[in-house]
């Protein structure tokens, strides 16, 4: 999630540094992989991630929205959408986590709808 938010941030040229900031955050190369290409995923496939994210968040416009929380929803968009081992529970569980720690005080609920409306309609089209 720190990742994506420097990359919201800063832009793209941030993925030159991506692999740096990470190895400052852990030692462990299973960590460092999957932070790596759940980031460069998530980053990549940004636009169809916001797209369902924006369809999710009723009345709520992806410019409104804090980095923090586009950060956290992004990364678990990507999971929900791309990542097929990750149970959909567990990914909404690890967001409600990160936003209890790094977002405001309605943020977790806020994420937890946003994500399980997403978790639905994914479950729907498949």
């Known amino acids: 999630m720190q990742a994506l938010y420097q990359l919201d941030v800063q832009g793209d040229d941030y993925l030159r540094r991506l692999m740096g900031f990470l190895k400052e955050n852990s030692d462990d190369d299973l960590v460092l992989e999957l932070a790596e290409k759940w980031t460069t995923g998530a980053w990549k496939n940004m636009a169809s ?32 959408l791309y990542c097929d081992n990750m149970p959909g529970k567990v990914v909404i569980n690890e967001a409600i986590e990160i936003a209890k720690k790094y977002s405001g005080q309605q943020s977790p609920r806020f994420v937890n709808g946003v994500l399980d409306a997403i978790l639905r309609k994914a479950r729907k089209e498949k």
């Open 49 to 80: 991630c916001d797209e369902l994210i924006e369809q999710a968040a009723v009345k709520w416009d992806m410019a409104r929205l804090s980095s923090v929380d586009r950060s956290i929803l992004r990364l678990a968009t990507y999971q929900l």
